[in-house]
């Protein structure tokens, strides 16, 4: 008689989330058996589905039972306006999430521990330049970086890896793509002068195939990396690869950096005079004009990874999967 292969078990937290889905869908092709942990259950590539709401509510004792390998994607996302108690949300759902889930895959002899931090941990990139690992400037990089300090300071995981990945993309984007492509769309966002700048990027499915090479590639234990696919985007050329997905010509115009300079400060002083954030202010056009890079050599040089997809070749699908 033929005895069954062993089926590893992997518990990916927030696998409901803009990553989760293609982590447990790439988990399940390589033979892992997927438990997934949301806060609300839905249908997805998952074998099993646990709702679980982490960092308020305790992990039941048979959460972790059997399972090999830990990816945490689960946490509270970076917002652009930080509301009252913005420190005391992330602490809660990035910090005591992850102290919680640590502790319970030391008890149940884990043997790895993957956790999606972010560039966010660093402080902010310049043009051109790696940001160092200094303290980061907003509440969620704090509670990023207080996370990968808990993860890495402690032992009893085997095979314990932090992932910053830089701006993720992929279908049904979410957050800047996607409201630059619904401005465009629109037809009311006017074309941006090439000012030069860049911005790191990387594919969800070139992510989670990152994440489940480091899980298992002994050379990745107690490490950080960032994970780019190795293309500074500008925010001229983004525009010019969604003008091509909708069959837009190219314009034959830009607005000046000045015009948008001199809108950005009055819609500082009409939120200072209003109270309220107005739709273009000085943090938004930083956004769309300046740099954020990051440098991913290591994971490439160390590890061999290669990202196998780029903005050019996926944006028609993400524009066609933005509502």
């Known amino acids: 008689?033929?005895?069954?292969?062993?089926?590893?078990?992997?518990?990916?937290?927030?696998?409901?989330?803009?990553?989760?889905?293609?982590?447990?869908?790439?988990?399940?092709?390589?033979?892992?058996?997927?438990?997934?942990?949301?806060?609300?259950?839905?249908?997805?590539?998952?074998?099993?589905?646990?709702?679980?709401?982490?960092?308020?509510?305790?992990?039941?004792?048979?959460?972790?039972?059997?399972?090999e390998v830990v990816f945490h994607l689960a946490g509270k996302a970076h917002a652009?306006?930080?509301?009252?108690?913005?420190d005391e949300e992330y602490q809660i759902a990035n910090v005591l999430s992850t102290r919680d889930l640590l502790a319970a895959a030391r008890r149940h002899a884990v043997r790895g521990f993957v956790y999606f931090s972010s560039v966010k941990a660093e402080a902010s990139a310049s043009e051109g330049e790696c940001a160092p690992s200094a303290a980061p400037l907003t509440p969620y990089g704090r509670s990023k970086q207080d996370a990968e300090r808990l993860l890495l300071s402690g032992d009893g995981v085997e095979q314990t890896v932090v992932l910053r990945p830089a701006l993720v993309y992929g279908p049904h984007p979410k957050g800047y793509l996607a409201q630059l492509i619904r401005a465009m769309r629109s037809g009311w966002f006017p074309p941006l002068p090439d000012t030069g700048n860049g911005r790191s990027m990387i594919h969800r499915d070139d992510l989670a195939d990152a994440a489940i090479q480091c899980a298992s590639d002994p050379r990745a234990a107690g490490r950080i990396f960032t994970v780019t696919d190795d293309i500074p985007y500008s925010t001229h050329h983004i525009q010019m690869l969604i003008r091509q997905a909708l069959g837009r010509p190219e314009p034959g115009w830009s607005l000046p950096i000045g015009l948008l300079t001199l809108a950005a400060r009055g819609g500082d002083r009409g939120t200072r005079l209003l109270g309220r954030r107005l739709p273009f202010d000085s943090e938004i056009l930083e956004k769309l004009i300046g740099s954020a890079l990051y440098d991913g050599t290591p994971l490439r040089r160390e590890l061999?990874?290669?990202?196998?997809?780029?903005?050019?070749?996926?944006i028609a699908e993400m524009v066609a999967t933005t509502p």
């Not at 447990?24 to 942990?37: F, H, K, N, P, S």
């Not at 652009?80 to 913005?86: K, L, S, Y």
């Not at 061999?304 to 996926?314: I, Y």
């Open 80 to 86: 652009v306006a930080e509301r009252d108690g913005a």
């Open 304 to 314: 061999g990874f290669r990202s196998q997809r780029t903005l050019q070749d996926s």
């Open 1 to 67: 008689m033929t005895q069954a292969r062993h089926q590893p078990i992997a518990l990916v937290t927030g696998a409901s989330g803009f990553i989760g889905p293609a982590l447990c869908e790439r988990l399940r092709t390589r033979g892992w058996q997927v438990r997934a942990l949301m806060r609300r259950p839905v249908p997805g590539p998952w074998d099993t589905a646990v709702s679980l709401d982490l960092g308020r509510q305790a992990i039941p004792d048979d959460l972790l039972a059997g399972v």
